[in-house]
């Protein structure tokens, strides 16, 4: 208890640090509305043919399992570099690849998982745009919709998701100025099956076209005050086996306030998250097991009190269990995790920089069926401050 008590005075010394006066004053260049570029050559831009940015996250942690604590060290959880641009009224561009993550080419599509855009747009109507390329998958939920950098910790619906930059094609039609439907179809995975499976059950074979199509619904009502993102996917995934994921997204905005609440349900005839399929490997049976289900229920909100503060809580509740029992595993469920975190948000001059001071939480229950397989259950806590920044560069 001392130590984490220790813990949180250090790291609201740091936080009052950072935002001191002294640091503050030099930050009024660097977040203005000009890139770099722009500064340097003192001159403007004219057009929007080429934009880059860095995109980057880092904190310092202090990390906790059951009370105990593990470490403090500072990490950076994100570092992206994002090149996009207009080439003319139809057609446009966008590439973004992590710095700090794998750049090995994989199987199937030969582009490695560091890389989240590879792809352009084409304006064929008014109201109706392709794109075509590596891609975000065309998935509902505003958690899994919103810009990586900005995410403290995704719930685990989302943190084990395999499938979420695909390569692929999209067709968006704007049905009305508020009303958007998007259709989709991309590769359901990026490696083979063994590389993202490993041992498989002995009667299941690769499919001839794995891909994953999508129906998204985007809704606008009531000014802005109210969106919708909406999907359901078939990811087909080997010969027999498909994946059925649902996300629905609601999102309501009133100025100072707005909160989203996301429901996501995965069942998934091959584990793809593998999260149930890590229990059946404690006994050192197949990696994949068949017929695992996931629900989430994720609810943030935010609150605006200052024009330059925010704060935030943000709540998870999320299962794991098997829908039906396939020679493997028992039905039933075998998991519950909890998600609880809070925060401040300090945005000292405009939007695209802000420092923060967050606590996360995480909780997992085990049923008597997981803990005969071995498993206990354990929670875990991260107190956290650092910064957010997408640094205009061109």
Sequence with gaps: ?????????????????????????????????????????????????????????TTFNGTFTDGTFEQAAFKMNQLRLEARGDLNDWLSYRWRQRLNSSNTPHALDNLPSSIDYAMISV?????????????AAAYGG???DLDPIEIYQYSDMIDYMLFDFMTGITFSYQVTPTQELALQIVNSRTASMDDIYGQLPGDVEESHAPLAYTANWNGNFFND???????????????GYNNHF?????????????MYLDFYLSDEELDNRGIVSSLQRLQGNADC?????????????????????????KGMYENASVYKYADQIEKGKYRTAYGYFGGIEYYPTTENLHFFASYI??????????????????????????????IPLF
């Design 1 to 57: 208890m001392r130590k984490k008590l220790l813990l949180i005075t250090l790291l609201a010394l740091s936080l009052h640090g950072l935002s001191a006066q002294g640091l503050l004053s030099h930050l009024n260049d660097t977040t203005s509305r000009r890139t770099l570029f722009e500064r340097v050559a003192n001159i403007e831009k004219k057009n929007n043919l080429f934009n880059l940015k860095l995109h980057m996250q």
């Design 246 to 258: 649902y996300a629905i997204g609601n999102e309501l905005d009133l100025g100072k306030f707005n």
């Design 225 to 239: 005050k109210l969106r919708t993102r909406w999907s359901y996917s078939l990811l087909s995934l080997a010969k």
């Design 361 to 390: 939480g995480r909780s997992y229950r085990f049923t008597g069926k997981a803990k005969a397989l071995g498993a206990e259950n354990y929670s875990t806590s991260t107190l956290s401050i650092g910064l957010i920044y997408h």
């Design 142 to 144: 505003f958690e899994y």
């Design 123 to 135: 304006r064929l109507t008014d109201k109706l745009v392709t794109s075509i390329g590596k891609q």
């Design 289 to 313: 097991i068949k017929n695992a289900r996931y629900e989430s229920w994720v609810t943030k909100l935010n609150y605006r009190f200052q024009p330059k503060w925010n704060i935030f809580v």
